[in-house]
C-alpha cells in the first residue's frame, strides 16, 4: 500500500467512476484499475463493487476511504510542517473564479499569494459557478468564488459580498444613466448567458418573481463578447460594473443601476466539505475572501 495507490482510490470512489477518474488524474483507465486491484488483493478485501453504470463501495472500501482521505490530509499537513520550518508554507492550491472576477482578481491575487506564500504554488481556473462547485467535490479545486450557490452536500460557503448587476447598454441606448426599474428590464433585448450561468439564473428569477419575462436576443456566454454585441447595438446587457470597467473600452457603454428591487446576486467562497483544509489552503482562503472584498468595494467606490 502507498501514497499513490490511496490517491487513486480515494479519487475512484468519489468520482465513482474508473472512466471519470482516469480522465482527472490524466491516467490510462486499464493502469488505474491495475493500481486499485493491487490495494485490493494486498488488503484481502473487495474494495469496489463495477457495474455498468460505475462503482459502489463495499463496507471495506468506505471504511478505508474514511481513513485514506485522513492519511493523504496528514501527508499534506507534514509537508507543510517540514515547510514550516524552512519559515514558509508550501503545496499546492487550485482556485477557481468566474471569468468576470478573474479578470480583476487573478493579479491582484496571485501578487498577495507570491509574497505571503513565496514556496507554495497557485493555479486560478475560470469557469461556470456550477461547474465549480463539482470541480470542488471531484478534487479538481480547493476553493472558489461562486455566485449565488445553493446549499450542496459536500459543499461549505462563506458568503463573501453582495454584488450588484447593471443594465448595460451601447451607444444611444440611454439618453442618461438614469435608474430603470426591474419591471421595464423586460422591454429591452438582452445578450445574456445560457443557463445554468449564476448570473442569468438570477435575472431570470427576480424577473419571474414580478410576473414578467425577460426577452432574450442572444445567448452568449462571453463577457467580452457579449460587450462587443452591446456596443454593436445588437442588444443590452445586466453585468456587474466591474465587468464593464474592466472592457477594452469602457466608455463605450452606459451602465444603469437596476432599482425597485435591484439585482444583488451573492458572492461566496466554496470549498470541500469532505477534504479539511491544509495550512496553505485555509491561508488562501482567507486572503482570498480579503481581496475580494477590498477590490469589489474599491471598484464601486471609484465609480458612479
Not at 508554507?89 to 505571503?116: D, H, N, S
Not at 506564500?117 to 467535490?137: H, R, V
Request: aromatic residues 2%; hydrophobic residues 45%; neutral net charge.
Amino acid at each position: 500500500m502507498d501514497v499513490k495507490q490511496l490517491s487513486y482510490f480515494v479519487r475512484v470512489a468519489e468520482l465513482g467512476s474508473f472512466t471519470r477518474a482516469s480522465i482527472v488524474l490524466d491516467i490510462a483507465q486499464p493502469a488505474l484499475s491495475r493500481q486499485v486491484r493491487l490495494l485490493e488483493v494486498e488488503l484481502r478485501q473487495n474494495l469496489l463493487v463495477r457495474n455498468g453504470r460505475g462503482i459502489t463501495l463495499t463496507e471495506a472500501g468506505k471504511v478505508l476511504l474514511e481513513h485514506s482521505r485522513g492519511v493523504l490530509h496528514q501527508m499534506e499537513r507534514l509537508r507543510e510542517e517540514l515547510s514550516r520550518v524552512r519559515g514558509s508554507l508550501a503545496g499546492r492550491v487550485a482556485v477557481g473564479m468566474p471569468p468576470t472576477l478573474g479578470r480583476i482578481l487573478a493579479v491582484p491575487v496571485t501578487r498577495e499569494f507570491k509574497q505571503l506564500m513565496p514556496d507554495a504554488t497557485l493555479s486560478i481556473n475560470e469557469g461556470l459557478s456550477k461547474t465549480m462547485q463539482e470541480s470542488l467535490l471531484t478534487g479538481q479545486l480547493d476553493i472558489a468564488l461562486v455566485y449565488n450557490a445553493f446549499p450542496t452536500p459536500g459543499i461549505e460557503l462563506r458568503p463573501v459580498l453582495q454584488d450588484e448587476l447593471l443594465l448595460v447598454q451601447g451607444p444611444g441606448g440611454a439618453d442618461s444613466a438614469d435608474p430603470v426599474e426591474l419591471k421595464d428590464i423586460a422591454r429591452y433585448p438582452l445578450i445574456i448567458p445560457s443557463r445554468p450561468n449564476a448570473i442569468r439564473m438570477h435575472v431570470e428569477t427576480a424577473l419571474l418573481n414580478i410576473g414578467v419575462q425577460p426577452r432574450i436576443a442572444m445567448e452568449v456566454d462571453g463577457v467580452a463578447t457579449i460587450l462587443d454585441l452591446v456596443a454593436d447595438g445588437v442588444g443590452n446587457a445586466v453585468l456587474s460594473r466591474h465587468a464593464v470597467i474592466t472592457a477594452a473600452q469602457p466608455e463605450r457603454f452606459t451602465m444603469r443601476r437596476i432599482t425597485n428591487p435591484g439585482l444583488y446576486p451573492l458572492l461566496s467562497v466554496a470549498t470541500s466539505a469532505n477534504r479539511p483544509a491544509t495550512s496553505t489552503q485555509h491561508a488562501t482562503l482567507e486572503l482570498l475572501e480579503r481581496v475580494a472584498r477590498e477590490v469589489l468595494l474599491d471598484k464601486a467606490r471609484d465609480e458612479p
